[in-house]
């Protein structure tokens, strides 16, 4: 099946249910992003900010471009004026730069917390406890050029879908609480970004509104699977 055919297949049945796709292009050529574009998709992920800023460059301005990887500060910049959502945040740090960098263009940038819910190591995100401490912040309380819109998790890379099910359920009770005690009168804190090629279905079950879908879309990966990359 083609870029295209795929790309329907699991649109049509992941937004059917009410849950957004987000396209993982990385590692694959611009090319190929277009070529799912050209199929209606306009939400794409990347991990890395060189290749996106190289695609962003090169592709339509509609697209919303959406950072799935690890983020170091220093990198923020070349972002900024574009990025539609950062959804791995893993740090009060990260967040305090990325309101710089997005307050020098006049823009709130929206953001999600990456939560640690695999059973794995090397694998970034904030703990539950973490996760809470920075937003009781008063530093975070203060930032007016970001604004957090939700979690986003990974669950273990293992085939019992019991634990992968558990993870899942972990994060959107999570979410609830959050959601209850310090965006009880805000709308805009709704997503849950859970599930990928492997998983997504299980994700949905348990409360996705999000999934970030690569493999099964583009094909295989030619570079090293991010899994193993540090
Ligand atoms: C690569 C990646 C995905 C997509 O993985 P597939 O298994 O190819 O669907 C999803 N989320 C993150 C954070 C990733 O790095």
Redo the contacts with the bound molecule.
Sequence with gaps: MSIADNLLKYKNEIESQGVKLVA?S?NHPAEAVLEAYEAGQRVF?E?LVQEMVDKQAQLPADIEWHL??HLQTNKVKYIAPFIKLI??VDSLKLLKEIDKQAAKHQRVIDCLLQIYIADEESKFGLGFDEAIELLRSDEFAALKNVRIIGLMG?ATNIAQEKQISAEFNELKVLFDGIKVSYFRQSDYFKEISMG???DYQLAIEEGSTMV?????IFGK?VIKH?KNKE
């Excluded at 970030?212 to 099964?216: D, E, M």
């Design positions: 993982v990385k992920g991990n799935i990887g959804e791995s990974i990928m090629s492997s970030r879908i690569g493999s099964n990966r991010w």
